[in-house]
T-cell receptor, first 115, second 110 residues
Framework: DAGVTQSPTHLIKTRGQQVTLRCSPKSGHDTVSWYQQALGQGPQFIFQYYEEEERQRGNFPDRFSGHQFPNYSSELNVNALLLGDSALYLC??????????????FGPGTRLTVL | GNSVTQMEGPVTLSEEAFLTINCTYTATGYPSLFWYVQYPGEGLQLLLKATKADDKGSNKGFEATYRKETTSFHLEKGSVQVSDSAVYFCALKSNYQLIWGAGTKLIIKP
């Protein structure tokens, strides 16, 4: 049973560029959440997607956008990169319904470095 | 707003010592509470959870009890091992998102 997968593992970009990160949820999961984890800190919620729509959004600017595909996989796009966007980006998948609906399963993350 | 506060690290213990990592929360209602662990070079793993007051979550020898009166969810283990060295995060579920503490780094010395 494949867990949550993310690509790429590492990414280096320069200020002003755009980046796309990808996530495949755990088999059977229909909901994807994205988090940003700065070094030495806890993750911060960016947004959550369900049924191809953004269901909730955290305190992040419009430069951060996302998409969910019919197969439940998801992309996170960040435009006009800033140095402060350097972080580990985590994808988590979950089920909207069922006894485990509260549990989010995390991928290994994508380490983004902005120079 | 909702928030989670956990004790600052690093916490350094000898093998077989008793572990407590404190976690308190501020929230409206009674959110589900979680402990996640992040081993070096790995992703976040769910360690245990509790969904209502007085629930005790347990896994791999770790335990935490949902205390409504003190708004706490402290993580405990009776005898730690070197392999428990990791960063531990306390989190609460608020609507669709998880709200996290800053993490506590645990170092276990042989």
């Amino acid at each position: 049973d494949a867990g949550v997968t993310q690509s790429p593992t590492h990414l280096i970009k320069t200020r002003g560029q755009q980046v796309t990160l990808r996530c495949s949820p755990k088999s059977g999961h229909d909901t994807v959440s994205w988090y940003q984890q700065a070094l030495g800190q806890g993750p911060q919620f960016i947004f959550q997607y369900y049924e191809e729509e953004e269901r909730q959004r955290g305190n992040f600017p419009d430069r951060f956008s996302g998409h969910q595909f019919p197969n439940y996989s998801s992309e996170l796009n960040v435009n006009a990169l800033l140095l402060g966007d350097s972080a580990l980006y985590l994808c988590a998948s979950s089920l909207r319904l069922g006894p485990s609906y509260n549990e989010q399963f995390f991928g290994p993350g994508t380490r983004l470095t902005v120079l | 707003g909702n928030s989670v506060t956990q004790m600052e690290g690093p916490v350094t213990l000898s093998e077989e010592a008793f572990l407590t990592i404190n976690c308190t929360y501020t929230a409206t209602g009674y959110p589900s509470l979680f402990w996640y662990v992040q081993y070096p070079g790995e992703g976040l793993q769910l360690l245990l959870k509790a969904t209502k007051a007085d629930d005790k979550g347990s896994n791999k020898g770790f335990e935490a009890t949902y205390r409504k009166e003190t708004t706490s969810f402290h993580l405990e283990k009776g005898s730690v091992q070197v392999s428990d060295s990791a960063v531990y995060f306390c989190a609460l579920k608020s609507n669709y998102q998880l709200i996290w503490g800053a993490g506590t780094k645990l170092i276990i010395k042989p």
